[in-house]
């Protein structure tokens, strides 16, 4: 009986790979700048030659609607000996194609980044931390907003292994995205992975993400691109990546095949992927039969959760209501129609995220993920009366605030258990938890975070502001707004106040809904506060969300005094959007 011949892989041609990166967009459209982060392996090196190539054939037809220039980001650890060599071939490559391109050396000990580590220290999340940051900060110096990686389909069917070890559900067994929004990194602005509000104007792009890692070899193979291979990535007992990697190659994932000693995590997140294969219903991630099956069942979970991101966008257009800004409405005659659970749980995540004070893209402003959080939120809205049930407004984690309302052509929070009127329907306003009481923050040491001082920034400012023209303070203020202030339109008494008599800027907290508003300060008002803005403004064409002109004026409860300056401009800053 003759043997199965197996298909020697194609090459990816340029065709594919312009299907592949146009499906990679950002919602906002492309930049006139894109960079790819560069190792000199064989997935770096095969994106950048074939992304240079495609828009090198295809700039000249479609110059307005795709990046006209090209870069190239690489990360030197200098952890590893010839990794500075590792470095200069991957500038050389570069400059072979007539690529800009920039190396970035890690400054170890230089905060935030932390001290070398040792030998044989665990490294691949503390790697990450720092790879990223050092990209982010380069695309930052260079007025880059896109950043395409060469992760693939075997990158894609180990990052599934790797978060079903960990517990997760179906929709993130669905593993990476072709494209999402930076986000905000960490929670803590001292946090290596800290971004704020620049990293919501970036974006990660994963074009090859389905192509296997032969077809990139074979690519790199027909137009003879060199690269170099890092050997520790096949080296099991390093990282729990390394080691599904090696039993992959094997056709198994028992973790018996593995010979040398694994340290104890590793061997205990192997132990629980059989567990978290059998929770899925909708794949069969069967090794048996080879690593194909494997990337088409990851392939199909990632389709799902496609899927169920625009399911979750078409249920928030049903339910959504007006609102204040910085707050959410949707009525429950909407959340009725939605009965999928995971629907219901994406839904859920997707307005907590818009809403929390926690960092945008961080799994806090998503209650940790934790399934008896979501569950009791979920149990809570899609009860028919909730002031009949007695349910109280509530917090289910990640700093959102629930309160069940009575909605016609404004909006009622009614006391104990009221009968809606004519016209009335029950809704569910999520809107930002209130922060701990001032006399309790004081005896307990903690700074209030919605109490910014910004005299120090604005007195520096204007010592130079003559020299130094067009100066922009920005501030991401609780995560949710962004508060800017252009020094040249400071008013002549207000500098002077600053600089000569000891006045005082501050953001405040500012109605129900915290939104800021800028005061001023010292010893000439006393005790007074003078409000200077408190104005929120609709965002602008290139801003990162769009705001309803009358959503604050549309509103009779809300009752404030706007005031306005030109040199003050505040912003919502947070997406709804799936990425």
């Given at each position: 009986?003759?043997?199965?011949?197996?298909?020697?892989?194609?090459?990816?041609?340029?065709?594919?790979?312009?299907?592949?990166?146009?499906?990679?967009?950002?919602?906002?459209?492309?930049?006139?700048?894109?960079?790819?982060?560069?190792?000199?392996?064989?997935?770096?090196?095969?994106?950048?030659?074939?992304?240079?190539?495609?828009?090198?054939?295809?700039?000249?037809?479609?110059?307005?609607?795709?990046?006209?220039?090209?870069?190239?980001?690489?990360?030197?650890?200098?952890?590893?000996?010839?990794?500075?060599?590792?470095?200069?071939?991957?500038?050389?490559?570069?400059?072979?194609?007539?690529?800009?391109?920039?190396?970035?050396?890690?400054?170890?000990?230089?905060?935030?980044?932390?001290?070398?580590?040792?030998?044989?220290?665990?490294?691949?999340?503390?790697?990450?931390?720092?790879?990223?940051?050092?990209?982010?900060?380069?695309?930052?110096?260079?007025?880059?907003?896109?950043?395409?990686?060469?992760?693939?389909?075997?990158?894609?069917?180990?990052?599934?292994?790797?978060?079903?070890?960990?517990?997760?559900?179906?929709?993130?067994?669905?593993?990476?995205?072709?494209?999402?929004?930076?986000?905000?990194?960490?929670?803590?602005?001292?946090?290596?992975?800290?971004?704020?509000?620049?990293?919501?104007?970036?974006?990660?792009?994963?074009?090859?993400?389905?192509?296997?890692?032969?077809?990139?070899?074979?690519?790199?193979?027909?137009?003879?691109?060199?690269?170099?291979?890092?050997?520790?990535?096949?080296?099991?007992?390093?990282?729990?990546?390394?080691?599904?990697?090696?039993?992959?190659?094997?056709?198994?994932?028992?973790?018996?095949?593995?010979?040398?000693?694994?340290?104890?995590?590793?061997?205990?997140?192997?132990?629980?992927?059989?567990?978290?294969?059998?929770?899925?219903?909708?794949?069969?991630?069967?090794?048996?039969?080879?690593?194909?099956?494997?990337?088409?069942?990851?392939?199909?979970?990632?389709?799902?959760?496609?899927?169920?991101?625009?399911?979750?966008?078409?249920?928030?257009?049903?339910?959504?209501?007006?609102?204040?800004?910085?707050?959410?409405?949707?009525?429950?005659?909407?959340?009725?129609?939605?009965?999928?659970?995971?629907?219901?749980?994406?839904?859920?995540?997707?307005?907590?995220?818009?809403?929390?004070?926690?960092?945008?893209?961080?799994?806090?402003?998503?209650?940790?993920?934790?399934?008896?959080?979501?569950?009791?939120?979920?149990?809570?809205?899609?009860?028919?009366?909730?002031?009949?049930?007695?349910?109280?407004?509530?917090?289910?984690?990640?700093?959102?605030f629930w309160t069940p309302v009575l909605v016609d052509s404004g909006m009622r929070i009614p006391v104990g258990r009221?009968?809606?009127?004519p016209g009335e329907i029950i809704g569910w306003l999520a809107s930002r938890q209130p922060p701990m009481s001032l006399?309790?923050?004081?005896?307990?040491?903690?700074?209030?975070?919605?109490?910014?001082?910004?005299?120090?920034?604005?007195?520096?400012?204007?010592?130079?502001?003559?020299?130094?023209?067009?100066?922009?303070?920005?501030?991401?203020?609780?995560?949710?707004?962004?508060?800017?202030?252009?020094?040249?339109?400071?008013?002549?008494?207000?500098?002077?106040?600053?600089?000569?008599?000891?006045?005082?800027?501050?953001?405040?907290?500012?109605?129900?809904?915290?939104?800021?508003?800028?005061?001023?300060?010292?010893?000439?008002?006393?005790?007074?506060?003078?409000?200077?803005?408190?104005?929120?403004?609709?965002?602008?064409?290139?801003?990162?969300?769009?705001?309803?002109?009358?959503?604050?004026?549309?509103?009779?409860?809300?009752?404030?005094?706007?005031?306005?300056?030109?040199?003050?401009?505040?912003?919502?800053?947070?997406?709804l959007s799936a990425i």
């Open positions: 009986m003759s043997a199965v011949l197996t298909p020697k892989p194609l090459p990816i041609s340029r065709t594919e790979f312009g299907q592949f990166f146009r499906r990679c967009a950002p919602p906002v459209g492309w930049t006139r700048k894109i960079a790819v982060a560069t190792s000199g392996g064989p997935d770096s090196t095969c994106l950048l030659f074939l992304l240079n190539r495609y828009l090198r054939d295809r700039f000249e037809e479609w110059p307005q609607s795709l990046p006209g220039e090209l870069h190239s980001i690489t990360v030197d650890h200098g952890l590893q000996e010839g990794s500075d060599r590792m470095a200069q071939k991957t500038a050389d490559f570069a400059a072979a194609l007539g690529v800009p391109h920039v190396t970035c050396k890690v400054p170890w000990g230089e905060p935030p980044f932390p001290e070398r580590p040792k030998s044989g220290e665990a490294f691949e999340l503390l790697g990450r931390n720092v790879r990223y940051r050092l990209l982010f900060n380069a695309m930052h110096a260079m007025g880059i907003n896109a950043l395409a990686l060469g992760h693939h389909v075997d990158d894609q069917v180990e990052t599934s292994l790797m978060r079903l070890a960990r517990g997760t559900t179906e929709v993130g067994a669905g593993g990476m995205r072709r494209v999402r929004r930076w986000g905000m990194g960490t929670n803590r602005e001292s946090d290596l992975g800290w971004t704020g509000a620049e990293g919501m104007k970036k974006w990660l792009l994963r074009p090859l993400l389905e192509v296997s890692k032969d077809r990139i070899l074979a690519t790199c193979e027909e137009n003879q691109l060199e690269y170099v291979t890092d050997h520790t990535n096949f080296q099991p007992e390093l990282t729990l990546r390394n080691a599904i990697r090696y039993l992959l190659s094997k056709n198994t994932l028992d973790p018996e095949e593995i010979s040398v000693e694994l340290r104890p995590d590793i061997a205990d997140s192997l132990s629980k992927i059989k567990e978290g294969i059998a929770s899925l219903e909708s794949v069969d991630m069967d090794i048996s039969n080879g690593t194909g099956n494997l990337r088409s069942a990851v392939m199909i979970l990632s389709d799902q959760a496609e899927d169920i991101d625009s399911l979750v966008d078409t249920s928030l257009n049903r339910c959504h209501l007006p609102s204040p800004p910085g707050t959410y409405l949707v009525s429950y005659r909407g959340l009725a129609t939605v009965n999928d659970p995971l629907v219901k749980r994406g839904l859920i995540l997707r307005i907590m995220r818009y809403v929390s004070f926690h960092a945008w893209g961080t799994t806090r402003a998503d209650a940790n993920r934790r399934r008896e959080s979501l569950e009791r939120i979920i149990m809570n809205l899609w009860t028919p009366d909730p002031f009949a049930a007695r349910i109280a407004p509530f917090v289910g984690g990640g700093g959102v009221p009968t809606p009127r006399v309790r923050m004081t005896a307990m040491g903690i700074h209030n975070p919605l109490r910014v001082d910004v005299t120090d920034q604005l007195h520096s400012a204007l010592l130079r502001r003559a020299e130094e023209p067009g100066q922009v303070i920005e501030l991401l203020w609780d995560t949710r707004f962004t508060v800017r202030m252009d020094v040249d339109k400071i008013p002549e008494e207000l500098a002077r106040g600053i600089l000569e008599e000891g006045d005082e800027i501050k953001i405040h907290p500012n109605t129900r809904w915290y939104w800021p508003q800028v005061i001023r300060a010292g010893p000439r008002l006393g005790f007074e506060e003078e409000v200077l803005h408190s104005t929120l403004s609709v965002p602008e064409q290139e801003s990162i969300v769009k705001l309803d002109r009358d959503t604050i004026a549309s509103w009779p409860y809300v009752r404030i005094d706007r005031r306005s300056t030109d040199w003050i401009r505040a912003e919502w800053i947070r997406s």
